[in-house]
T-cell receptor, first 113, second 113 residues
Framework: KAGVTQTPRYLIKTRGQQVTLSCSPISGHRSVSWYQQTPGQGLQFLFEYFSETQRNKGNFPGRFSGRQFSNSRSEMNVSTLELGDSALYLC????????????FGQGTRLTVV | DAKTTQPTSMDCAEGRAANLPCNHSTISGNEYVYWYRQIHSQGPQYIIHGLKNNETNEMASLIITEDRKSSTLILPHATLRDTAVYYCMGRGYSGAGSYQLTFGKGTKLSVIP
């Protein structure tokens, strides 16, 4: 079956702009989580959605937001982009069940200039 | 989630078994031990997970100590394609659909020809 799909794969934006990234989970997976990866900070948890509700949020400013749709697809938005937002943004999906694994997409590489 | 400790780097000869240790002494009773790996700039790849019994799949084996304070990931016949950063982590279920993964710095495994 199809894996987690993230679009776009690459993006270049200018400081001050906003950006929306998309994630389509594996069919049947209802939990979607987002991560930011930078060389300095490694992989950091952004937030997680299940049943269109944010269940958990990492330590990121309010410029980072997300949502989940009824078909479990998720988007994340970053407003007022800063140079430090340049990163690989990863999405993972999983079943809502204890002891289940999460599967990651290939990520969106965002460059802010 | 449990705090984990892994060696920063390891080398392994091609064709030999790679044994990657992880200390997770603070793991709680309902947290599973998960292993992921990441090849440069790709999304993390799920390898294996377990609660207290040893587990094996087509990729690797997971040995968890009886007290659950540490585990070892075993790649039985390492190939050059196994060169990656390997992450060990605990992942619990809060009952509210929250499945945050907390990534440490991982172990950079280099498979040597």
């Amino acid at each position: 079956k199809a894996g987690v799909t993230q679009t776009p794969r690459y993006l270049i934006k200018t400081r001050g702009q906003q950006v929306t990234l998309s994630c389509s989970p594996i069919s049947g997976h209802r939990s979607v989580s987002w991560y930011q990866q930078t060389p300095g900070q490694g992989l950091q948890f952004l937030f997680e959605y299940f049943s269109e509700t944010q269940r958990n949020k990492g330590n990121f400013p309010g410029r980072f937001s997300g949502r989940q749709f009824s078909n479990s697809r998720s988007e994340m938005n970053v407003s007022t982009l800063e140079l430090g937002d340049s990163a690989l943004y990863l999405c993972a999906s999983s079943l809502v069940r204890q002891g289940t694994e999460a599967f990651f997409g290939q990520g969106t590489r965002l460059t802010v200039v | 989630d449990a705090k984990t400790t892994q060696p920063t780097s390891m080398d392994c000869a091609e064709g030999r078994a790679a044994n990657l240790p992880c200390n997770h002494s603070t793991i709680s009773g309902n947290e599973y031990v998960y292993w992921y790996r990441q090849i440069h700039s790709q999304g993390p790849q799920y390898i294996i997970h377990g609660l207290k019994n040893n587990e094996t799949n087509e990729m690797a084996s997971l040995i968890i100590t009886e007290d659950r304070k540490s585990s070892t990931l075993i790649l039985p016949h390492a190939t050059l394609r196994d060169t990656a950063v390997y992450y060990c982590m605990g992942r619990g279920y809060s009952g509210a659909g929250s499945y945050q993964l907390t990534f440490g710095k991982g172990t950079k495994l280099s498979v040597i020809p």
